[in-house]
């Protein structure tokens, strides 16, 4: 099931996810392929770390009235349905959009790969 399966222990098992800063729930991860990848608890810490820091997204935001920003990095998520623990690693592509006709004078919307193994040579 997921990235849980046992495939043997060099098997790379990796997912893919769509977050979303929403008006009203804040960061969500709206699609996680295969769903049955990561718990709840793991969705929500991918959320909360799949947008770059606020001081990101001001430079971003000021750089002029319809920009577009785009950003590429990394980070770790605590695998919690490990029995030893360890770490998923996470690939995002965030992208900052300003636009004033929008709610808050923008949106964010990040694509991000999950690895139980380090790629960062392969992204």
């Not at 969705?43 to 820091?53: E, Q, V």
């Not at 000021?62 to 690939?91: E, M, V």
């Amino acid at each position: 099931e997921g990235m849980a399966d046992d495939q043997g222990p060099t098997a790379v098992k990796v997912c893919i996810a769509v977050v979303e800063f929403d008006l009203v729930q804040g960061q969500i991860a709206r699609l996680v392929v295969p769903e049955d990848a990561l718990s709840d608890e793991e969705k929500k810490d991918l959320a909360y770390h799949a947008f770059p820091d606020s001081k990101s997204v001001e430079l971003s935001l000021s750089s002029g009235k319809n920009s577009i920003h785009d950003t590429l990095f990394h980070f770790r998520i605590r695998n919690r349905q490990a029995q030893l623990g360890g770490w998923h690693n996470a690939y995002a592509f965030c992208r900052q959009r300003h636009d004033p006709s929008l709610p808050r004078g923008g949106d964010q919307i990040s694509v991000v790969v999950v690895s139980n193994k380090p790629m960062t040579t392969t992204l």
